[in-house]
């Protein structure tokens, strides 16, 4: 079988949506034999011609027709990886040009169209946070026109609900960077805290710096590796924790590093509820680090409690053995393993197969 998947970019460019449908592309490949042409949304980038062996195309200008014009004429299957802010170009912009193109090519062609929606269109003011709603119709008349419907987020998913009569299924984002086939447990580890992700981790050191001194006290951490585009740290402000910035590495080193490390530290308090959509918090339960979160982000409805999945910088944290923090990696770990990439995967593939 072969199939588009539309994304916003992809490597070199950072993106988090283009590296899930890469991998997504790779997993689908090699478990069931479906094949992937990349479509670019965004205009006016550089593209490689292939990447990881999956031919890519752009678009020249956003239009219907443009985009008709280069879609592939032997693809059976459409995934849509829609994430709203790369698609939008301004609070009162929306391309509902593309709507009318995948509705024409759903129709002629009897196209399987599966979209995943990675985000849904907001607007907050001060501490209100409510759907935009001219970008939402977009979101609403994709959601309609789609044989399936995914996103990562229960909180999502819900919302999505109410749009659609047929279910929506929701499953947490697996780790982008690679799983490991072993995970070592604590005591086979160096006492390291990891730090990673782009530039929005910024928010750990900004907002969240004494919480991260603190978690390294209670838990005896030698060392701090940030790992990412350099958000410019003073290693004197670490106090007795050695800070290592090690900049942009590839997955496998940053996969090994994970896997001799004790934490995981992350601030997701942007995002409440949606801890499972992250794929960094993913990756740390994924490789066994202790996943640790800024403050408790309300995520319950993907599975996820505190004090069982993660913990935060609080009192909570200065009784806990080795044993009892290895309990809470074993709990994330197994957590992670119902929504990896292989059953992620199956997931999309079920879809497009049956």
């Given at each position: 079988?072969?199939?588009?998947?539309?994304?916003?970019?992809?490597?070199?460019?950072?993106?988090?949506?283009?590296?899930?449908?890469?991998?997504?592309?790779?997993?689908?490949?090699?478990?069931?034999?479906?094949?992937?042409?990349?479509?670019?949304?965004?205009?006016?980038?550089?593209?490689?011609?292939?990447?990881?062996?999956?031919?890519?195309?752009?678009?020249?200008?956003?239009?219907?027709?443009?985009?008709?014009?280069?879609?592939?004429?032997?693809?059976?299957?459409?995934?849509?990886?829609?994430?709203?802010?790369?698609?939008?170009?301004?609070?009162?912009?929306?391309?509902?040009?593309?709507?009318?193109?995948?509705?024409?090519?759903?129709?002629?062609?009897?196209?399987?169209?599966?979209?995943?929606?990675?985000?849904?269109?907001?607007?907050?003011?001060?501490?209100?946070?409510?759907?935009?709603?001219?970008?939402?119709?977009?979101?609403?008349?994709?959601?309609?026109?789609?044989?399936?419907?995914?996103?990562?987020?229960?909180?999502?998913?819900?919302?999505?609900?109410?749009?659609?009569?047929?279910?929506?299924?929701?499953?947490?984002?697996?780790?982008?960077?690679?799983?490991?086939?072993?995970?070592?447990?604590l005591v086979e580890r160096q006492r390291r805290l990891i730090v990673f992700g782009g530039s929005d981790r910024q928010r750990v050191y900004k907002n969240y710096f004494q919480e991260l001194l603190y978690t390294c006290r209670i838990l005896k951490i030698a060392e701090i590796c940030d790992i990412g585009k350099s958000v410019n740290?003073?290693?004197?402000?670490?106090?007795?924790?050695?800070?290592?910035?090690?900049?942009?590495?590839?997955?496998?080193?940053?996969?090994?590093?994970?896997?001799?490390?004790?934490?995981?530290?992350?601030?997701?308090?942007?995002?409440?509820?949606?801890?499972?959509?992250?794929?960094?918090?993913?990756?740390?339960?994924?490789?066994?680090?202790?996943?640790?979160?800024?403050?408790?982000?309300?995520?319950?409805?993907?599975?996820?409690?505190?004090?069982?999945?993660?913990?935060?910088?609080?009192?909570?944290?200065?009784?806990?053995?080795?044993?009892?923090?290895?309990?809470?990696?074993?709990?994330?770990?197994?957590?992670?393993?119902?929504?990896?990439?292989?059953?992620?995967?199956?997931?999309?593939?079920?879809?497009?197969?049956?």
């Amino acid at each position: 079988m072969k199939i588009v998947q539309i994304v916003p970019r992809l490597p070199p460019y950072t993106d988090g949506v283009g590296d899930y449908a890469l991998r997504l592309a790779e997993e689908l490949l090699n478990a069931h034999g479906i094949t992937t042409q990349f479509l670019v949304f965004q205009k006016e980038l550089e593209l490689e011609p292939v990447i990881n062996g999956f031919p890519v195309i752009g678009l020249s200008e956003h239009s219907s027709n443009a985009f008709l014009s280069v879609f592939p004429k032997e693809s059976e299957g459409i995934i849509l990886h829609y994430s709203n802010y790369p698609y939008l170009r301004g609070k009162l912009d929306a391309p509902f040009w593309m709507v009318d193109a995948l509705r024409s090519l759903v129709k002629q062609r009897s196209l399987k169209l599966i979209v995943m929606f990675h985000e849904l269109p907001s607007l907050k003011f001060k501490r209100l946070n409510f759907l935009n709603p001219i970008q939402s119709l977009v979101s609403y008349r994709l959601a309609k026109l789609a044989t399936t419907v995914i996103t990562d987020s229960a909180r999502f998913q819900a919302v999505l609900s109410q749009w659609i009569k047929h279910p929506v299924t929701c499953i947490p984002d697996f780790s982008t960077i690679g799983e490991p086939d072993q995970v070592p447990p604590l005591v086979e580890r160096q006492r390291r805290l990891i730090v990673f992700g782009g530039s929005d981790r910024q928010r750990v050191y900004k907002n969240y710096f004494q919480e991260l001194l603190y978690t390294c006290r209670i838990l005896k951490i030698a060392e701090i590796c940030d790992i990412g585009k350099s958000v410019n740290l003073n290693s004197s402000e670490f106090e007795d924790v050695r800070l290592v910035e090690m900049g942009f590495q590839p997955n496998e080193v940053v996969r090994q590093l994970m896997l001799n490390s004790w934490v995981g530290f992350i601030d997701y308090s942007r995002f409440p509820g949606d801890l499972g959509k992250s794929s960094v918090f993913a990756a740390f339960c994924a490789h066994g680090l202790i996943p640790i979160s800024s403050q408790y982000n309300p995520s319950e409805a993907d599975g996820l409690t505190m004090h069982k999945h993660y913990l935060v910088p609080d009192r909570h944290l200065e009784g806990l053995t080795v044993s009892e923090l290895q309990s809470v990696v074993d709990e994330a770990n197994q957590w992670y393993n119902l929504h990896n990439l292989t059953e992620n995967t199956k997931v999309f593939a079920s879809h497009l197969l049956r």
